[in-house]
């Protein structure tokens, strides 16, 4: 099975990268999150040309390109929100031939397991704050109502909304409505959470208050996969960073490093508009 | 007999009459809505068969008349070697409308909900199902609650076709109250009375649920 369609490309992969070769051999995984090859069109236009990424775990890994880079088409493969055309990951354990048709079953087993969190919050409207977080752990983890109260309390108060339990979302704030989305997320205990721009539709006193509950979900050892344009995030919370670019990962590496030093012009260029903006 | 006498020696029989009107309306609304709903499901399907056909009766409900549909039941039946009371009828034939006039507001709502919930439900590895259940039609329905209570007035003017298939209605009543005494005028303006009083008081109940609804979001 580790015969994939990427010993063919290595080539392609720059050197001192990932080759993109899918490593299912291991009893305890290295990498809690990996992706091969990962190819995807929307019609003809080629969004991701053939990704390929190792998350360890507990790692909080950032993602940063312009806009347009494959991104949130990338976070969207992971969790199959988008069917990917071809290649191979392996996530928290389950091995998933991207190239097929899902089964169900395997569909929501990962799902189960990777969070996700999206730039909009997209909570439930006409569901309160608590029901918000108490329905997913009923119906997926078939918790009765009183545990899964009891868990969306424990929730609300590490995300510091304890008192907005029975409030809509309509009637809180962004920010807020965002720490609601997390707390929802964590209340599957998923084994990987992915954020897609979560503070970029906040005012930046709101995407604080995001920002410092994400950095206390990643010292818990949690694996983060981070789409931001939170360069400080990045910078110190963030293990290891991606930069993508027009459907392809252009470097990775330590994120000071990068930062510092960035091994790409592209990189240099994108970082300087970033920080200047 | 001056009209009030008039109107107070009818009035027994006129309000047994808006009984039955106010069960019709009721009937056809308990079992239209839902099969509206799954009427509208069937609309949104993937499946083009099934698509076809719910989208057939939608639209032959909705572009038949109402008291063509009671007649066409009402004559049906027989042919079918059934023969169900008229009463049995009328709920049958305004069911079918109900159900295709309510499928199309419902399936309104469905289409209004937030893109974004759905995925988020599905990210959550909520089952289709579920997220039809619990995220999706909830906030459909409550997104057509105001144009299903409008449209739950205008069947309960449109029980009064029912006449025309022998239930004795408010306004079969009055017919016969007519027909004997003469004083259609006076039967009819009681019968209209009868009516505003209850049609009245539920639009201004729908407006205030439309605003209460449009506020909360
Ligand atoms: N559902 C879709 N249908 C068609 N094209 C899409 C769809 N989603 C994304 N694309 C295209 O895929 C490309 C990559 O989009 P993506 O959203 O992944 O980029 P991104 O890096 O997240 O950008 P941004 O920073 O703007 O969010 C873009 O050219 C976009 O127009
Ligand atoms: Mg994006």
Known sequence: MTETIAETQTETVPKGRYSGKVDIGLKTPKYLVELAQVSKHFGSNHVLKGVSLRVKPGEVCSIIGPSGAGKSTLLRC?????????????????????????????????????????????????????????????????????????????????????????????????????????????????????FDEPTSALDPELAQEVLTVMKEV??????????????????NVGDHLVVMEDGAIIEEGDPEQIMSDPAQERTRQFLAAVINH | MNTFEFWGDNFPQMLAGMGVSLQLTLGALVMGIPLGLLLALGVSSKLRLLRWVCLALVEVGRGAPALVVLYVVYYGLPVLKLSPEAMTCAYIGLTYTTCAYTSEYIRGGLKSVSPGSIEAAHALAMPGLDVLRFIIIPQGLR????????????????????????????????????????????IFTLAGIMYAIITIPASWLTNKVEQRLTLRH
């Open chain 1, 218 to 235: 990643a010292s818990s050892g949690m694996t983060m996969l981070v789409v931001t344009h939170e360069m400080n995030f990045a910078r």
């Open chain 1, 78 to 194: 992971i969790n199959l929100l988008e069917t990917p055309d071809s290649g191979n990951m392996v996530v928290a354990g389950q091995y998933v031939d991207l190239g097929k048709p899902q089964d169900r079953r395997a569909l929501l087993s990962l799902r189960r397991n990777v969070g996700m969190v999206f730039q909009s919050f997209n909570l439930f409207p006409h569901l309160t704050v608590m029901d918000n977080i108490a329905l997913p752990q009923r119906r997926v983890l078939k918790r009765t109502e009183a545990e899964a109260k009891e868990h969306g309390m424990e929730l609300l108060e590490r995300v510091g909304l304890a008192d907005k339990a029975d409030s809509y979302p309509a009637k809180i704030s962004g920010g807020q409505q965002q720490r609601v989305a997390i707390a929802r997320a964590l209340a599957l205990e998923p084994k990987a959470m992915l």
């Open chain 2, 143 to 186: 997104v057509a609650i105001p144009s299903l209570m409008g449209f739950a007035i205008q069947i309960f003017q449109a029980t009064s076709l029912t006449y025309s298939i022998t239930v004795r209605e408010v306004t079969a009543v009055s017919y016969s109250v007519a027909s004997q005494t003469f004083r259609a005028l006076e």
